[in-house]
């Protein structure tokens, strides 16, 4: 321990230097590749599907067209091979009106009808009803696209929503058994059944304390190993998908030690979807860094409770009421996004669902054309190149940069993700690792920190071999024409759209020398995969 902080001071010391050139500002990225300091699930992305209808509106602004669950266009070809192209993606199925929902049955009489607009109801809409051919129609094009199902359960049937919005009452849970045993009757698979939206602490709408939200997860889980008997692996008990309470959730986790194995919760950070402010605070890193409290509490609130249940965040739109045309589905929202998904991973959040994959003005594809939104090719990036360790960073310079680092997925080395939210200087990035001089004592060829003496006698091949490993590729991230609210993104100074046959393009990075720094340019954002970076950490 002694020689780890040791070396750290030391290059503190050496490295605490910087400074501004021609070229822009200099600074410095500090690895720990000793040990990881939490892991996400290797589907750490996911995305939402909501059920509004189009008669949802915010600010006299109705954003959701035809994305419900109940009408969105399942035979759209850019829908599905955006889904696809993750493999899988993570779909939560949900959002307020799951608990308006009503689930068709073989036995059902009644008609099944859609949401209607009824300002006198509870969230502004009558019940609504699923039938069973949307159902089937909806499974079998999520395992076409291969995506990982979670499914949100109505959470208030059978129960009393008083005036003050107190709800009262065992969760009757015939309906949703119903459902349950027609999906595993149909063979579909769910990844995890969540128990209710925002009914939590003080609740949206409705509220439900945690000694009976306790209860009626022992209800879920005794149902789901009742469902699937014989079945493994069975789904995951997921609850409550609220927003964070520390005294509420302390309750309900100490409760549900047992029986929970996700424990959900919901992050709107940036406020009103009105604001006039949302960019500003995207752009400022004390803002950001004042969002990280919530994932900080929330680890720190299962390790000090009796439950082993993970963190999930199972819906995310930064500002709440749809969002915001323009800033919640522009190039200027990925700082934010990113951002949440490089902090939530730092305190061992294992799933991140973005609100929403479609619908209202926050979805990573056009509610209307289901072209892919710039968050979309962010979210792809990090799904594709960030695996599952996290490693400690510290960036020695500008507050301006944000820094995060990953275990590269499914490779060797390790995958940085920097993002400049200054609009004027470029800043270029070293990276030092406190470990990499022991691992590499016998190759010091893989790091440019060694230096490697030829003779005349090297055969061209071998000098070659040695430069392909010091190559790393990046992906730079830029608004087309520098504008922070374009709705087209552009990687390596290339437009990114999909072609006439609803195909996502290719996302291929340039090749660097890696004895370069990383030059990340004013409001841009950088990918870069360094894979001769074999730290320890990555390896045990």
């Not at 955006?82 to 009489?109: C, E, M, W």
């Not at 999906?183 to 003080?202: C, M, Q």
């Not at 995207?282 to 439950?307: C, H, R, V």
């Not at 010091?470 to 072609?499: C, F, I, W």
Request: aromatic share 10%; net charge positive.
């Amino acid at each position: 321990m002694q020689k780890g902080v040791c070396l750290w001071v030391v290059l503190v010391i050496s490295f605490c230097f910087i400074f501004v050139d021609s070229r822009g500002e200099n600074g410095r990225l500090l690895i720990d590749g000793k040990s990881r300091i939490a892991e996400t699930d290797s589907d750490f992305v996911c995305a939402t599907m909501d059920w509004w209808p189009p008669e949802k509106c915010d600010y006299g602004t109705c954003s959701w067209d035809h994305s419900s669950l109940l009408n969105v266009d399942l035979k759209n070809k850019i829908f599905k091979n955006a889904i696809r192209a993750f493999s899988p993606l993570k779909i939560r199925l949900g959002g307020t009106l799951q608990d308006k929902v009503i689930y068709q049955t073989k036995n059902h009489q009644e008609p099944c009808n859609p949401f209607l607009k009824n300002t006198s109801e509870l969230f502004g809409f009558t019940k609504g009803c699923l039938s069973l051919s949307r159902w089937d129609d909806l499974n079998r094009f999520l395992q076409d696209t291969r995506a990982a199902v979670t499914f949100g359960l109505n959470a208030l049937m059978g129960k009393r929503v008083l005036a003050d919005g107190s709800a009262f009452g065992a969760w009757d849970s015939n309906n949703a058994e119903a459902l349950m045993r027609y999906t595993v009757k149909k063979n579909y698979t769910i990844y995890g059944w969540e128990l209710g939206n925002e009914l939590s602490g003080n609740g949206i709408g409705a509220r439900i304390s945690a000694s009976q939200y306790a209860h009626d997860t022992l209800t879920l889980y005794k149902m789901v190993h009742r469902v699937y008997k014989g079945i493994e692996p069975k789904p995951l008990i997921i609850a409550p998908g609220g927003f964070f309470n520390p005294k509420w959730f302390t309750k309900f986790l100490n409760k549900t030690s047992k029986t929970l194995n996700a424990v959900s919760h919901h992050i709107y950070s940036l406020g009103s979807g009105m604001d006039g402010n949302l960019t500003a605070r995207i752009l400022d890193p004390s803002y950001l860094d004042d969002a990280g409290k919530i994932f900080k509490q929330l680890e720190s609130t299962i390790n000090a409770s009796s439950s082993s249940a993970s963190g999930w965040v199972s819906e995310a739109g930064g500002a709440y009421n749809s969002g915001q045309n323009l800033v919640t589905n522009a190039f200027v929202f990925s700082f934010w996004y990113l951002d949440q998904l490089g902090m939530s991973s730092i305190y061992d959040t294992k799933t991140y669902c973005r609100q929403s994959l479609i619908g209202g003005n926050y979805g990573l594809l056009n509610t209307t054309t289901f072209e892919p939104n710039p968050d979309y090719y962010s979210a792809l990036l990090w799904h594709r190149l960030m695996g599952k360790k996290v490693l400690s960073t510290r960036f020695l310079g500008t507050k301006k940069i944000r820094a995060y680092v990953h275990c590269a997925k499914e490779s060797k080395g390790v995958t940085v993700l920097l993002m400049n939210l200054g609009n004027s200087t470029t800043v270029n990035v070293k990276l030092s690792v406190n470990s990499i001089w022991r691992l590499h004592k016998h190759r010091p060829h893989t790091h440019h920190q060694h230096k490697t003496m030829h003779s005349d006698s090297e055969s061209k091949h071998t000098k070659m071999g040695v430069i392909r490993k010091r190559t790393r590729a990046e992906y730079h991230l830029t608004a087309k024409d520098g504008n922070l609210h374009s709705k087209v993104m552009m990687l390596n100074g290339k437009e990114l759209r999909v072609n006439s046959y609803g195909e996502i393009p290719s996302l291929r990075p340039l090749y660097v020398n890696s004895l370069k720094p990383i030059s990340v340019h004013p409001h841009s954002i950088v990918f870069a995969h360094i894979p001769h970076f074999a730290l320890y950490a990555c390896n045990s």
